[in-house]
């Protein structure tokens, strides 16, 4: 009965032990997985980080892009510039309500400005809503080019000398929009030649 009841123990321990290295084998696979998975999760974090090569492609991509509006983006920031000062300049000399004329012209030149900005989260050629807000501005600076000559500079422009300085002041507002509307369609036909460019550097990247 002894000899039964000690291999009983015997047999007990040993399965004991057998589980208790299941269970360390388990938690050290675990562990290990746990450690390779962290591992890679911060591979891939250093594959696009700032300073990888990935980084760097997409960088150059998104600069080739961008670099197809830049003279969209400096014209435009002009006109809405100019605008901010005709609408401060004709508060200041004569608040009335011609004062609407220039807040468009801000307004349109900053919708165009946001557009832009959102071509590079977006693979957008096509600046369909600025095209249309240029043609807009257009027609608000031909009204106030009409309205000048007809009436005066005192409506629009009674900081300037004459009725004509403020004539050219509007025309040149409306050369600058077609120009801006001119590249707009360059870009949309990819007929600029900064679209070789960026053509030659998505190849390179990819």
């Not at 600029?192 to 460019?197: E, G, P, T």
């Given at each position: 009965m002894k000899k039964k009841e000690q291999i009983r123990r015997a047999r007990a321990k040993a399965q004991a032990q057998a589980e208790?290295?299941?269970?360390?084998?388990?938690?050290?696979?675990?562990?290990?997985?746990?450690?390779?998975?962290?591992?890679?999760?911060?591979a891939s974090k250093r594959e696009h980080g700032p300073g990888t090569d990935?980084?760097?492609r997409e960088q150059s991509i998104k600069t080739a892009k961008w670099n197809r509006f830049m003279l969209i983006r400096y014209l435009d920031a002009g006109l809405f510039f100019v605008g901010l000062y005709w609408l401060l300049m004709l508060l200041a000399f004569q608040p009335s309500f011609a004062a609407v004329v220039p807040l468009?012209?801000?307004?349109?030149?900053?919708?165009?400005?946001?557009e832009v900005f959102t071509t590079l989260s977006r693979e957008v050629e096509y600046l369909k809503w600025?095209?249309?807000?240029?043609?807009?501005?257009?027609?608000?600076?031909?009204?106030?080019?009409?309205?000048?000559?007809?009436?005066?500079?005192?409506?629009?422009?009674?900081f300037f000398s004459s009725k004509m300085v403020g004539a050219?002041?509007?025309a040149a507002?409306?050369?600058?929009?077609?120009?801006?509307?001119?590249?707009?369609?360059?870009?949309?036909?990819?007929?600029?030649?900064?679209?070789?460019?960026y053509q030659k550097?998505?190849?390179?990247?990819n």
């Open positions: 208790r290295a299941k269970s360390s084998v388990a938690e050290g696979c675990a562990v290990g997985e746990n450690r390779s998975g962290a591992g890679i999760g911060v990935g980084f760097k468009l012209e801000v307004v349109l030149a900053l919708a165009v400005m946001v600025s095209h249309r807000a240029l043609i807009a501005s257009c027609a608000v600076s031909a009204a106030a080019l009409v309205a000048t000559l007809a009436v005066g500079e005192k409506l629009f422009f009674p050219i002041f509007c507002l409306i050369a600058v929009k077609l120009i801006i509307i001119y590249r707009i369609a360059l870009v949309r036909d990819r007929r600029d030649k900064r679209y070789a460019l550097i998505l190849k390179y990247n």
